[in-house]
């Protein structure tokens, strides 16, 4: 039996409620991490920076299902609308943070932030990709938009991708080695979609 056998044994009972468990995961060690005062000097902003992390991760998460399964053998697949819905409710939760402890709903602020800091606009577009992929992520919205445009919408999840690891970029207003390796990632999952799609067009001509 192959190494994918084995992993495809293995996944096989494992239900969507499992990889929704599985993904408060990180929301729990947050939790322990304010309950114990492991948060730094500026516990609001480890807050955001932890979830939008977190929601990073699960986007980067979900755009390698599609490689897995074409170059290793592994079909991840079925897991990943309870990926993209994760990282959906961790970029809210980011997003919540920000309005409601960070400027604690000073609109006024928050506007000015939204104009003097590109990252944040940067985001908020990312996240605003994002909503439709997470409201159409369940089989009536698939049967109401039909499988074609329901895939056409489903492709923002690659500029939302870009834009996301950008923020990180952008948002830490330096060159450190993690916001630069996230970024990289996202460049070369997109671009080796690029590249399968250019080989599959050359190779029907």
């Known amino acids: 039996m192959s190494v994918q056998d084995q992993v495809h044994r293995?996944?096989?009972?494992?239900?969507?409620?499992?990889?929704?468990?599985?993904?408060?995961?990180?929301?729990?060690?947050?939790?322990?991490?304010?309950?114990t005062g492991d948060l730094g000097v500026d516990p609001v902003k480890a807050i955001e920076h932890s979830l939008g992390l977190t929601a990073l991760q699960l986007i980067v998460a979900g755009l390698c299902v599609t490689p897995l399964r074409r170059f290793a053998g592994?079909?991840?697949?079925?897991?990943?609308?309870q990926i993209g819905v994760l990282a959906f409710v961790y970029a809210s939760l980011h997003l919540m943070v920000w309005v409601t402890l960070d400027l604690q709903f000073r609109w006024a602020e928050i506007g000015a932030d939204l104009v003097k800091r590109p990252y944040i606009v940067i985001g908020m577009i990312a996240?605003?990709?994002?909503?439709?992929?997470?409201?159409?992520?369940?089989?009536?919205?698939?049967?109401?938009l039909g499988a074609q445009r329901w895939q056409l919408l489903h492709?923002?999840?690659?500029?939302?991708?870009?834009?996301?690891?950008?923020h990180f970029v952008w948002l830490v207003k330096a060159w450190p080695l993690e916001?630069?390796?996230y970024m990289a990632a996202v460049v070369a999952?997109?671009?080796l979609r690029v590249w399968v799609r250019q080989r599959r067009a050359t190779a029907t001509t």
């Open 10 to 35: 293995l996944l096989r009972p494992v239900r969507p409620w499992m990889v929704y468990a599985l993904g408060t995961i990180p929301a729990a060690q947050l939790l322990l991490r304010i309950f």
């Open 74 to 81: 592994l079909n991840l697949i079925r897991f990943r609308r």
């Open 127 to 144: 996240f605003l990709m994002l909503l439709p992929l997470a409201l159409t992520s369940n089989n009536a919205a698939v049967r109401k």
């Open 155 to 166: 492709l923002l999840t690659y500029p939302a991708a870009l834009l996301a690891a950008l």
């Open 179 to 181: 916001p630069l390796l």
């Open 189 to 191: 999952l997109l671009g």
